[in-house]
C-alpha cells in the first residue's frame, strides 16, 4: 500500500504536516520532515496514517487539522 517517497499525514488530528516515507521495514514505517536544516522523523505502523491528499501537497499541510484559535496551552501546572 505504502512506498517510501510517499507523502503522508498522521492519523491523530494533533499533526497537521505533510511527511514522507524515507523506510518500511517489518511494517514499520520511519516517516521524516525538514525542520529547519534538519530531518525529524518517527516510526509508525501503516494503520497510523493515510495517504495525503493532493490539494494537502499542494498546500504542504493537511486540510482536516483542527486547530483551536483560543487555545492557551495547559495550565494544570498552574
Given at each position: 500500500m505504502f512506498k517510501v517517497g510517499d507523502k503522508v499525514v498522521r492519523l491523530d488530528l494533533?499533526?497537521?504536516h505533510i511527511y514522507s516515507i524515507m523506510r518500511i521495514e517489518d511494517g514499520v514505517l520511519?516517516?521524516?520532515?525538514?525542520?529547519?536544516?534538519?530531518t525529524w522523523g518517527?516510526?509508525?505502523e501503516c494503520k497510523d496514517i493515510r495517504l495525503a491528499e493532493p490539494?494537502?501537497?499542494k498546500a504542504e499541510h493537511r486540510i482536516d487539522h483542527i486547530v483551536e484559535v483560543n487555545d492557551m496551552g495547559d495550565d494544570a501546572h498552574i
Open positions: 494533533y499533526s497537521p520511519t516517516i521524516g520532515r525538514k525542520v529547519r536544516h534538519r518517527t516510526w509508525l490539494e494537502e501537497i
